[in-house]
């Protein structure tokens, strides 16, 4: 009994966790550029999908079909515990599939929106369209700490694609 619970020891803990960084790791045929993404993560009613490469940080939220779209779309991200929000722009083309895009710069020190992404658990996420529509999203616990996790690891890993 004393040598199993030796050699229970001698394995690594992490074995037994969960691994919340698997990033898929792809590489373009024709650049030869590296680019991380997560693939697409349910969140709330909606998904979230992150790439990163050497010049960006790009965020795809899919809000669902019938949704519409424009570059004057903002999403007001919401912190639990706090009356700290960030108020962010569409990047993206104007759509009605429910398309959303946060692109940010990549480099050595993230700016402090993406800090906050990453820093902080985000609680739910307002977007608001030309039409003053409102489409909210709202994180349960685990998709809190899953969403946190995921950025954290494809900001470290964009730190990667910039040697």
């Not at 993230?110 to 909210?136: A, G, H, M, R, W």
Request: charged share 20%.
């Amino acid at each position: 009994m004393k040598y199993l619970i030796a050699i229970l020891l001698l394995f690594p803990l992490k074995s037994f966790t969960q691994d919340s960084c698997k990033l898929k790791k792809t590489q373009d045929p024709y650049t030869k550029e590296l680019k991380f993404s997560t693939g697409f993560i349910p969140i709330g009613t909606a998904r979230v999908s992150i790439q990163a490469t050497k010049l960006e940080i790009d965020f795809l939220f899919s809000l669902g079909d019938g949704i519409c779209l424009d570059d004057k779309t903002t999403a007001t991200v919401f912190y639990p515990g706090t009356k700290v929000k960030t108020n962010l722009k569409n990047s993206g083309t104007m759509n009605c599939d429910g398309l959303f895009h946060l692109n940010f710069k990549n480099q050595a020190n993230p700016n402090s929106y993406l800090q906050n992404l990453f820093n902080k658990q985000v609680s739910s996420i307002k977007f608001i369209d030309n039409t003053k529509k409102e489409t909210v999203i709202e994180l349960t616990g685990e998709q809190q700490q899953t969403f946190k996790a995921f950025v954290g690891c494809i900001v470290n890993e964009a730190k990667s694609l910039l040697q």
